[in-house]
């Protein structure tokens, strides 16, 4: 028995000392962006095989500094490339994607942003179509 209320004793603890991580930031704790144009950039229609890259630019709005952490694509053939060092109130910082297009037909990607924002994501998007070559004109014909 004795046991029994020390095993519930230290479950208890270790739940509320461990807990404690989980409590949301407040508002002023957070990074705020302001970015320049969409989230979204639609690249219209791109040639198969010529890497295009778009660049989203933003502004720090919030009392803490933003720090972008990581930058996810959704797949491999998008590279992003982002500010690594903090930006200060009224700082500009960017993501650069480039997607790199294999396979004909419309895409859609996305980046997600990891950052000290609310919700501690953003999540950019690029879409577009992919066109074959132009076939070039035979000249002995």
Not at 8 to 17: L, N, P, S
Not at 27 to 52: L, N, R, Y
Request: proline share 6%; with cysteine; hydrophobic share 40%.
């Amino acid at each position: 028995m004795k046991k029994l209320v020390f095993f519930a004793i230290f479950a208890f603890t270790a739940d509320v000392a461990f807990g404690q991580n989980n409590v949301p930031a407040k508002k002023e704790d957070v990074a705020v962006i302001k970015w320049e144009a969409s989230t979204t950039h639609d690249f219209g229609k791109i040639k198969q095989g010529v890497p295009v890259t778009y660049e989203f630019k933003f502004t720090s709005s919030g009392k803490v500094p933003v720090i972008l952490t990581d930058a996810r694509p959704s797949c491999g053939c998008t590279t992003p490339s982002w500010s690594r060092e903090p930006v200060m109130n009224g700082g500009e910082g960017h993501v650069k994607a480039t997607f790199n297009a294999q396979a004909l037909g419309p895409f859609d990607k996305t980046i997600t942003i990891v950052a000290n924002v609310e919700g501690g994501m953003v999540l950019l998007r690029i879409k577009g179509e992919v066109e074959g070559a132009a076939s070039k004109p035979n000249p002995n014909q």
